[in-house]
């Protein structure tokens, strides 16, 4: 692994169901966040975490949840999808001064 | 409320120099910065300013003055990869970055 991963690369869900995106870096980053890219909108945070076992809720946490139980893993769940959340999903993690930023590739995710 | 303004879509044409500005209005402020986003993928960093005036960093500079609330991306000598989209971001009081919703960048040959 070489930077930040996500899985799956793109998905499609029904409208109820639950689901988990993963994250994970291998860049030993203490902060972690997770984003929502929507067309017109710009990024807009959802959850993130300055270290492991802490988290905060960002702009738009509705509908989400996350966990940090390590320094590596940041998953973000939706306890029961609806088609606003249709999205794409960046993870990204930063470290150090500045707070750069470094992006996993992202997850596109269809709620029908 | 929290604002960070940008241009939607730019065109310029190859080998041409463009700025695309950026226009803010956050609680606090700790830093901005520019990244690049090619379609269909993840943003990735270009610059940091902190402290007013220009950084350089090859066919690309950022400036800014934070009195204004302002700062544009210029790039230089356009190859036909730089079209993106440019997303200009800035650090709050609080830490978290505010996000633009980018700049689409057309270059022409």
């Known amino acids: 692994i070489a930077g930040i991963t996500q899985a799956p690369t793109s998905q499609i869900l029904a409208a109820g169901r639950r689901m988990t995106l993963r994250c994970t870096q291998d860049?030993?980053?203490?902060?972690m966040y997770w984003y929502r890219q929507d067309l017109g909108l710009g990024l807009r945070l959802i959850h993130y975490?300055?270290?492991?076992?802490?988290?905060g809720k960002g702009e738009v946490p509705d509908g989400y949840s996350v966990s940090r139980a390590n320094t590596d893993d940041f998953p973000l769940t939706l306890a029961s999808a609806v088609p606003s959340q249709t999205s794409v999903y960046f993870c990204?993690?930063?470290?150090?001064?500045?707070?750069?930023?470094?992006f996993g590739p992202g997850t596109r995710l269809t709620v029908l | 409320g929290q604002n960070i303004d940008q241009p939607t879509e730019m065109t310029a044409t190859e080998g041409a120099i463009v700025q695309i500005n950026c226009t803010y209005q956050?609680?606090?402020?700790?830093?901005l910065f520019w990244y690049q986003q090619h379609a269909g993928e993840a943003p990735t960093f270009l610059s940091y300013?902190?402290l007013d005036g220009l950084e350089e960093k090859g066919r690309f500079s950022s400036f800014l003055s934070r009195s204004k609330g302002y700062s544009y991306l210029l790039l230089k000598e356009l190859q036909m990869k730089d079209s993106a989209s440019y997303l200009c971001?800035?650090?709050?009081?609080?830490?978290?970055?505010?996000w633009g919703a980018g700049t689409k960048l057309i270059i022409k040959p």
């Open positions: 956050t609680s606090g402020f700790n830093g």
């Open positions: 990204a993690s930063s470290d150090g001064d500045p707070p750069t930023q470094y």
């Open positions: 971001a800035v650090e709050d009081s609080n830490y978290q970055l505010i």
């Open positions: 300013n902190v």
């Open positions: 860049m030993r980053h203490n902060a």
């Open positions: 975490s300055n270290t492991a076992g802490t988290t």
